[in-house]
């Protein structure tokens, strides 16, 4: 995707339990859209002052 870089997916299994990530770095301008019910529990962001993080959706701007 356009200004997506270092795109990479990580799981991790301990018996049955199991979990999967998806790191990438974003380039301003973008946006990233959350979707599903994965809740924030499972979202991580770290972002300059380009970036807003908006609260009630989990999406984040940067311009």
């Keep these: ?7 990479s997916s990580v799981e991790f299994r301990l018996g049955i339990l199991n ?8 380039a301003a301008p973008n946006q990233f859209f959350t ?12 972002h300059t002052d380009r970036c807003t ?8 701007t940067c311009v």
């Design 19 to 26: 979990t999967d990530y998806e790191c990438m770095y974003i």
């Design 53 to 60: 993080f908006d609260q009630e959706t989990a999406d984040l």
């Design 35 to 46: 979707e599903g019910d994965g809740g924030l529990i499972n979202l991580s962001f770290t």
């Design 1 to 7: 995707p356009a200004n997506i870089d270092g795109q």
